[in-house]
């Protein structure tokens, strides 16, 4: 075992062992289960700690002063008398999966039975923290631990049936087998392979949340490569091409889900073929990505395309403008990856221009009420005139606001005889 409750601590836990104590003591079984004990055995830190019981709903109702049921036709209560928030599930057997993804009904069961209607064996783990001592502290009805030793993803029991009962579980599989440095075992690739087009029954919502925490984490290629090698790309993107991961190879370990989305996008060609737009609109409708995260991609494509295309082009103003965008690193990181010494190059400039008149994105010198103190007529204008005296103080032409006001003042002198120049 990697990992061991003997000396492990946080609030959580405590809280989770607690729950365990109160229920052994109504003469219940009470474990942690699922997640916890794979993390602990894989030598990672557990973070979510879930409690199952064979105490029923209402039972467990009864023995805490703060509880909430938050899946009733699921055994699923969330007790919070000891400061953190512990789900206490009740051992349960699933009855069919006519929809893909809940049983239609459930029966109140053993600890067996619970580990074997679970997705992987290494998520079908029970660990006794009120054991004597270490080596009684792990249950085990499904050979999770070896598998665990083994570092291998195995289906519990007949993988075809745990894929039937829940399409996402190809998905999930992937993501564990990826950030775990898992191989995933014969019989579940193979049968994972079998239902990938079944994958397309799943809502977006779903599937976007499996990618995104696939793609924020550090093992984000093995993800991709794997969505591939399991013909998964085209239940999720709608096409099947080679992934490319020379983009995605090169970013940092940490970056956000945008940046990963684009390094995808261009890893699987979408970038060299659509308009940023299309893309956007391709990867919302496949993941159902928020207006953040849309919003986001739109803006590191848009930086890209312009420190690819125009960046020669730019005035010292519309540099320092485009560098100041809040995607405008990340879409260099980008760039970095896709052209080293142009990126370099640009990030040389962008230093220099750090230390020019003010900076890169300086107070601006007047504002909107400024305008109105001038007497300006409020309008359109207004964005207009504030956007060219801003050009002129990044340029270093205006660096008070008394030269701003002039520039102002002549904006508009020159705007009044070019009007009456055509009447």
Same mark, same amino acid.
């Given at each position: ?36 004990? %794979? ?38 209560? +969330? ?13 349960? #057997?699933?009855?069919?999966? #006519? ?82 440095? +898992? ?15 079944? +994958? ?130 990340? #879409? ?64 270093? %032409? ?26």
């Amino acid at each position: 075992m990697n990992g061991s409750l003997a000396h492990f601590e946080s609030e959580e836990y405590n809280a989770a062992v607690k729950v365990v104590e109160v229920l052994v003591e109504n003469g219940h079984l009470a474990y942690l289960a699922g997640g916890c004990v %794979r993390d602990l055995l894989l030598g990672e830190v557990p973070t979510d700690f879930d409690v199952a019981t064979d105490a029923r709903p209402e039972q467990i109702k009864g023995y805490f002063r703060r509880t909430t049921s938050v899946g009733a036709a699921f055994g699923v209560m +969330l007790v919070r008398d000891f400061r953190q928030t512990i789900e206490v599930a009740t051992f349960r #057997s699933d009855g069919v999966y #006519s929809d893909a993804r809940r049983p239609d009904s459930i029966e109140y069961s053993s600890p067996e039975k619970d580990a074997r209607r679970r997705d992987f064996t290494i998520n079908a783990l029970f660990v006794d923290p009120l054991a004597d001592d270490e080596a009684h502290q792990i249950i085990d009805f499904v050979d999770g631990v070896v598998d665990v030793h083994a570092r291998v993803l195995r289906a519990v029991g007949n993988p075809e049936d745990r894929l039937r009962e829940d399409h996402l579980r190809a998905l999930r599989a992937v993501r564990f087998a990826a950030r775990y440095g +898992l191989e995933i075992e014969k019989h579940t690739k193979d049968a994972i392979r079998r239902h990938a087009r079944e +994958l397309v029954g799943v809502s977006i919502e779903r599937i976007g949340d499996e990618v995104r925490k696939m793609l924020v984490h550090p093992s984000r290629i093995r993800a991709c490569v794997l969505i591939d090698e399991l013909r998964l790309d085209d239940a999720i993107f709608g096409d099947v091409r080679p992934f490319d991961q020379s983009v995605m190879n090169a970013l940092p370990e940490s970056v956000s889900y945008p940046s990963a989305l684009v390094a995808l996008a261009i890893g699987r060609g979408h970038a060299l073929e659509d308009t940023p737009d299309a893309i956007c609109v391709r990867y919302r409708k496949a993941l159902d990505l928020s207006n953040t995260d849309r919003d986001g991609m739109r803006a590191i494509l848009d930086c890209l395309g312009s420190f690819v295309a125009r960046w020669d082009g730019l005035s010292e103003s519309g540099r320092k403008r485009l560098a100041s965008r809040s995607w405008a690193m990340e #879409s260099l990181s980008i760039l970095e990856a896709m052209n080293p010494g142009r990126a370099r190059n640009i990030r040389a400039q962008i230093e220099a221009l750090k230390i020019r008149f003010g900076g890169l994105n300086p107070k601006p010198l007047l504002t909107g009420a400024d305008l109105i103190e001038l007497g300006i007529p409020s309008g359109p204008a207004y964005k207009e005139i504030l956007d060219a005296v801003y050009d002129e103080q990044l340029e270093g %032409r205006v660096e008070t606001q008394p030269q701003a006001i002039r520039f102002v003042e002549e904006m508009a002198k020159q705007s009044e005889n070019e009007n009456n120049m055509n009447k």
